[in-house]
């Protein structure tokens, strides 16, 4: 069993930048691929960046490429994801989530086992 808790969202105005972090527990971290995701208000929840377990393979959503990046740090078990060039439409509730069989698919919230509770970033105009 894996425990994910998400930290760092909060109030931005645009352009501004944000790093949430995702720390887990348990000690298979490591072979875990990680993804990052979002929820606006009445909308499906939606991909934005996942990382492989070894770290060296990164994934973005066309949406947010050039702008977010995801990293690892394996030794305090946490991910990262910085959010730079932040626009209105990036609001919304951010989780994180842990694939424990990497199938090679990393953009659907079913390729993922568990997920932390969510952090809100909301980004003003």
């Known amino acids: 069993q894996v425990q994910l808790v998400e930290s760092g969202g909060g109030l931005v105005q645009a352009g501004g930048s944000l790093r949430l972090s995702c720390a887990a527990s348990?000690?298979?971290?490591?072979?875990?691929?990680m993804g990052w995701f979002r929820q606006a208000p009445g909308k499906d929840r939606e991909f934005v960046a996942a990382?492989?377990?070894?770290?060296?393979?990164?994934f973005y959503a066309d949406s947010v490429k050039g702008r977010f990046t995801i990293s690892r740090d394996s030794a305090k078990i946490t991910v990262y994801l910085q959010m730079n060039s932040l626009k209105p439409e990036d609001t919304a509730v951010y989780y994180c989530a842990a694939d424990k069989n990497y199938s090679g698919r990393y953009d659907h919230v079913s390729d993922y086992d568990y997920w932390g509770q969510g952090t809100q970033v909301t980004v003003s105009s």
């Open positions: 990382i492989r377990r070894g770290g060296g393979t990164t």
């Open positions: 348990g000690r298979t971290f490591s072979t875990y691929a």
